[in-house]
């Protein structure tokens, strides 16, 4: 059975649509009342500040938290406008809005719905402020490590950076990496011995043993108070979540009323709103080095294809003819084909299917038994093992390439390495 | 070694790298505290860490509480004390006349050490009869006595050790020790924890219904969630295609404008590809065909691969044409990480509940252990790359400069 049973007379109750609304915003982090949606429906001034701010909300990648709660109204409005330019949303008018929150609060509705039209929006806010019960690795690198945001301007120098300086800080980042390691092991060894000691506690068979959160709970009552809060608010919000999702027809249905009661806009002008300057992080410079590579790869392959043509053509000759002969031809066409269709699709596709992503609840089990949901660390550690050897060629060949551009660089331009160049 | 502005972006990078490790050092510092802390000594509050295990699915023996003998097992074990009092006492007198005997004075306290008492009664085994010839009549006598008294005890002993030692469950070093200790006082409070460590009493915790009731519906709501996910409801999913369309229609654009989300997917794409066939290239030239079928795979897959470089640059020289024409929509302040080369990257599914099994701490800290250095690789490819276009950038601009001066 494909799609869920949804009861056609949904709509036409009367109390559908409230109880839809109340449901979305009981899912939000603090979600305005249904009577701001229905202010908004009719563009009401009054209603646009807590959209904006539910905006804001929605679209921040920080987590929740006191910080954001002082950030002005201007602040978080501008930063709502560029988020959703960024996502590709399609009117004009939102950038246009005042943003102050003295109007527009119907061009903010529509904004959210467009948000909620393209994702999992409650379900992605309910899972940043999850509460977890387990000790949890992350299989997949999606947060690993990276940067938080852009790099910080850190201006110390204003002058030529010494190469000296850049090498200490080099053997700094070796030096944190193989401490982050060794704390690592250590918090595994701990972990495991807390899973071991206490095999055998948990209500829920399939865990066996308590993780060190709830162990925690034990040992530090309050905390577990807060803890068991925590919890139960989060189960009323999936509740919620729930609920909105068996009800949300008849809101996009009066979302096609709304936008109806807008004028249509005029076609996109050429300039783009210049409300912020542009960062160029997805710039060109990346691109280019891609481009370089193929190029250099296209060059090999070109050489490379061609002598084994020749080779093979001449082979070939020599060889008999016959129906066994071109059949098996192509048997092999047929094979080279579907093979380096699969390779397309590594890329294509914009995850490998094979990587489950998102944290993970650990458990120990001796014999290492698993459902066929679960993970099995065994498993993953083959996975990561092919892809450490794969990073690493490409390191190597990266490293490489550096090593030819310096090269080519102190070449090309021999003063450049101790004597700025001139003009700065 | 490069120009200051150049190597200022190696550095911020470098800085940045160094925050992150930072903080992800505090973080497993700080779990590393609250890891100690529980496997020292610590007081469990509540009663309900002391309930009885579960009503047995799995136990075929009575559970006994935790740590408090029977009387049954009291009177049997006085009664065994009594019979090894009264063979030390004959022992004793036996060997009084006369024979310096090292007999160790059994303390009361010490008859009821472990089954393992044969062996930790007088030293008059039989291998060491052989030493003292006027010791072996007196000791075979007192084997003879002592052996009916342990008979029909030393039935029973063992299985009364036995029960207790299920009973307390932890396979102690000495459980002899732990049982003295409980014996010499069975009048004391059974659930008095001198130092509860969850080494040995661990697996007796158990936690408090309230909870146990909000994690399992914590559970069951999210595998709904998740299993809704994958079932969307047809209407819902073609009332909001259908609302998408419109909005953009109302717009007035037709062709939704390349964002930068959208612009920095491709090239992730892109990029992707260009090493996975670079990979690929590798090995097919340094594979060494014995026949000429394998011949001519390695062929067909060496144009095969060269065609599909030639789409990449192609898809590559678009996209750059595009970007250039008309600039892709800004990106916001406060952009999401920097997404991997190991992870796809793309929309997130939800959260979905999923255990990770492991089955022994060898395995978890290889597979901790292997995350970190997929990690680092990551970061350090990253860091050539951005060397690498500073690099380019670095001729780029010198070779502008020559052309123009």
């Known amino acids: 059975m494909r799609g869920r049973r949804v009861d056609p007379a949904a709509g036409a109750r009367a109390g559908a649509l409230p109880e839809a609304i109340a449901a979305l915003s009981r899912s939000l982090p603090s979600g305005p009342s249904p009577e701001i949606f229905r202010r908004a429906k009719f563009d009401r001034p009054d209603a646009t500040s807590a959209l904006w701010q539910l905006l804001f909300r929605v679209l921040s990648p920080l987590p929740a938290g006191s910080a954001l709660a002082s950030i002005a109204l201007e602040v978080q409005a501008r930063l709502v406008k560029s988020a959703l330019c960024s996502q590709g949303y399609p009117r004009l008018a939102l950038a246009q809005l005042p943003e102050d929150g003295s109007q527009g609060s119907r061009e903010l509705l529509l904004a959210l719905s467009w948000l909620l039209a393209r994702g999992p929006v409650p379900e992605q806010m309910v899972a940043q402020t999850r509460v977890p019960l387990g000790d949890e690795m992350t299989v997949c690198q999606c947060e690993a490590l990276a940067s938080l945001g852009p790099p910080a301007p850190h201006m110390e120098t204003e002058g030529p950076v010494d190469v000296r300086h850049v090498q200490w800080l080099m053997g700094k980042l070796r030096f944190r990496w193989r401490q982050l390691v060794s704390s690592q092991q250590e918090q595994c060894a701990l972990l495991s011995k807390i899973h071991l000691y206490t095999r055998g506690c948990h209500s829920d068979q399939s865990l066996g043993h308590l993780s060190v959160t709830e162990a925690e709970m034990l040992r530090d009552p309050e905390g577990g108070q807060q803890l068991l809060r925590t919890l139960e608010h989060e189960n009323r919000r999936l509740e919620a979540v729930l609920a909105w999702r068996r009800a949300e027809l008849v809101f996009w249905q009066w979302m096609d009323t709304v936008l109806g009661t807008c004028a249509p806009e005029a076609p996109a002008a050429a300039s783009q709103p210049t409300f912020l300057p542009w960062v160029p992080e997805c710039g060109d410079g990346e691109l280019e080095l891609v481009v370089r590579e193929l190029r250099t790869l296209e060059e090999e392959l070109r050489e490379a294809a061609e002598r084994r043509r020749v080779a093979w053509e001449a082979k070939a000759r020599g060889c008999g003819r016959g129906p066994e002969w071109s059949a098996a031809r192509r048997a092999c066409r047929e094979t080279v084909e579907k093979e380096l269709g699969a390779l397309q699709r590594c890329w294509e596709q914009d995850r490998s299917p094979a990587q489950a992503h998102g944290p993970h609840r650990l458990v120990r089990r001796e014999d290492g038994a698993a459902g066929d949901r679960d993970l099995r660390a065994a498993e993953l550690i083959r996975t990561l093992r092919s892809q450490e050897a794969c990073l690493e060629a490409m390191l190597r060949q990266l490293q490489g390439q550096c090593r030819q551009e310096l090269a080519r660089l102190a070449g090309a331009l021999p003063g450049l390495i101790w004597i700025p160049p001139p003009g700065r | ?405």
């Open chain 2, 1 to 405: 070694m490069l120009p200051a502005d150049c190597s200022r972006r190696l550095v911020a990078e470098l800085q940045g790298a160094l925050d992150a490790c930072a903080q992800r050092q505090l973080q497993l510092e700080q779990s590393l505290r609250i890891c100690r802390r529980l496997l020292q000594a610590w007081e469990p509050t509540g009663t309900w860490a002391w309930e009885p295990p579960p009503e047995p699915e799995t136990n075929e023996e009575d559970p006994l509480p935790a740590c408090t003998p029977s009387p049954q097992d009291l009177k049997d074990l006085e009664f065994l004390t009594q019979a090894l009092e009264k063979a030390v006492r004959v022992r004793r007198g036996i060997t009084k006349t006369g024979e310096r005997n090292k007999a160790p004075s059994l303390k009361p306290g010490s008859l009821v050490t472990s089954p393992g008492m044969t062996a930790s009664t007088p030293p008059q085994s039989p291998g060491q009869a052989g030493g003292h010839a006027s010791d072996t009549r007196p000791t075979k006598g007192l084997r003879q006595t002592t052996v009916p008294a342990k008979g029909r005890p030393e039935r029973r002993l063992p299985s009364v050790l036995d029960r207790t030692r299920v009973g307390i469950g932890v396979r102690a070093p000495r459980p002899g020790a732990g049982l003295r200790n409980q014996l010499m006082a069975p009048s004391a409070a059974p659930q008095a924890p001198e130092a509860f460590t969850l080494k040995e009493k661990g697996h007796l915790l158990r936690l408090p219904a309230a909870f146990r009731k909000a994690a399992s519906q914590n559970l069951s709501l999210w595998v709904q969630l998740s299993s809704m996910q994958t079932s969307d409801s047809m209407d819902a999913a073609a009332a909001k295609t259908q609302f998408l369309q419109n909005m953009q229609t109302a717009s007035g654009g037709s062709q939704p404008r390349l964002s930068a989300a959208e612009v920095e997917a491709e090239a992730r794409r892109l990029r992707k590809a260009c090493s996975l066939l670079r990979l690929r290239v590798r090995e097919e030239l340094s594979a060494a065909p014995v026949d000429w079928m394998q011949e001519y795979r390695c062929l067909l897959t060496l144009e095969g691969l060269q065609a599909m470089v030639g789409q990449c640059l192609q898809r590559l020289q678009e996209l750059r044409a595009a970007v250039a024409e008309q600039p892709p929509l800004p990106c916001p302040v406060g952009r999401p990480p920097r997404a991997s080369l190991s992870c796809g990257g793309g929309a997130e599914p939800t959260w979905s509940p999923q255990l990770l099994v492991y089955s022994s701490t060898q395995e978890l800290q290889t597979l901790a252990a292997l995350k970190l250095q997929v990690a680092m690789l990551d970061q350090q490819i990253h860091l050539e790359k951005v060397l690498l276009e500073e690099e380019m950038g670095v001729q780029q601009r010198s070779a502008a400069l020559r052309r123009s001066g």
